[in-house]
């Protein structure tokens, strides 16, 4: 399961194409700088792999997330993060609430 996370490093390649939540509501707010996620109820949308890798991408710790400009580095401390937690389903990722 950490393979599946570890690819979440796809939208810090291609944050061009996401919204942030700065961007959609136009006020500062805690999460800011988190990826906005579309509103759906279609759950094969809610299972797709651009909504959950959002999903997955904002549940990281916000030191973690703040690195999202200097991609390289980002690549390098969430390998290190991931290899210090082993997380065997993304429910239990989501629950861990452990910092760098």
């Known amino acids: 399961m950490s393979i599946y996370i570890f690819t979440d490093h796809f939208l810090v390649d291609n944050q061009e194409n996401f919204q942030t ?48 400009n200097a991609k390289s580095k980002f690549k390098a401390i969430l390998k290190m993060y991931l290899n210090t937690h082993f997380f065997y389903s993304i429910d239990k990722f989501l629950m861990c609430t452990d910092d760098l």
């Open 21 to 68: 939540n700065l961007t959609v509501y136009n006020i500062v707010k805690r999460n800011k700088d988190h990826f906005h996620r579309p509103i759906s109820n279609l759950p094969s949308f809610q299972k797709s792999a651009f909504h959950c890798g959002i999903r997955i991408f904002n549940s990281l710790p916000h030191s973690l997330t703040n690195l999202k």
